[in-house]
Antibody, heavy 122, light 111 residues
């Protein structure tokens, strides 16, 4: 059974930093492209960025609102995905979901974690 | 403001059909056949219900169907059931610079 479990959410002040993790199990993590998708309170889903599998280059892409502030990385030895968030703004307040991207079906977010709440407030 | 436009809410009675629209541009919905729909219940993670505009993953009832015309995609739920009450979000591939765009979500109420 595929499981994605986020951790590390919390309250942080504007301008601060936070790292959210996503522990994966039930599939071959090294082969998977992984994405972060967020949802601000009462708002729609928003793609944050993704990291390709090492086989496909291991490169990252980011949405414009977070580019230069957020960094996605992976530790394949630990089956864990990370989202390092710096220079946080109040508008970054959201539930952050990790997701597999195209694991079983191409061009979809197949499996999702339960999310980690990040609150940016003074 | 989300990149794709959906109605904030729709409603229908059990047994009826409802259609949720998802309006984009010729850079996303109109350009690619990679439109997906997700169902999300309160406090839960999204669940994939339609991909590649019209396809259903294994286990999703055939009451759920998708379509696209020009820059607008649609999700139709026929034979509404109480368990269908949830938020529905569309998503489209938007090319190798923007990658993925979502709609703002539509709350479906089963009366």
């Amino acid at each position: 059974e595929v499981q994605l479990v986020e951790s590390g959410g919390g309250l942080v002040k504007p301008g601060g930093s936070l790292r959210v993790s996503c522990a994966a199990s039930g599939f071959t993590f090294t082969d998977a492209w992984m994405s972060w998708v967020r949802q601000a309170p009462g708002r729609g889903l928003e793609w944050v960025g993704h990291i390709k599998s090492k086989t496909d280059g291991g490169t990252t892409d980011y949405a414009a609102p977070v580019k230069g502030r957020f960094t996605i990385s992976r530790d394949d030895s630990k089956n864990t995905l990370y989202l390092q968030m710096n220079s946080l703004k109040t508008e970054d307040t959201a539930v952050y979901y990790c997701s597999t991207e195209g694991l079983l079906l191409v061009n979809v977010f197949d499996y999702w974690g339960q999310g980690a709440l990040v609150t940016v407030s003074s | 403001q989300s990149a794709l436009t959906q109605p904030r809410s729709v409603s229908g009675s059990p047994g009826q059909s409802v259609t949720i629209s998802c309006s984009g541009t010729n850079s996303d919905v109109g350009a690619y056949d990679h439109v997906t729909w997700y169902q999300q219940r309160p406090g839960k993670a999204p669940k994939l219900i339609i991909y590649d505009v019209i396809k259903r993953p294994s286990g999703v009832p055939d009451r759920f169907s998708g379509s696209k015309s020009g820059n607008t995609a649609s999700l139709t739920i026929s034979g509404l059931q109480a368990e269908d009450e949830a938020d529905y979000s569309c998503c489209s591939y938007a090319g190798s610079y923007t990658f993925w765009v979502f709609g703002g979500g539509t709350k479906l109420t089963v009366l």
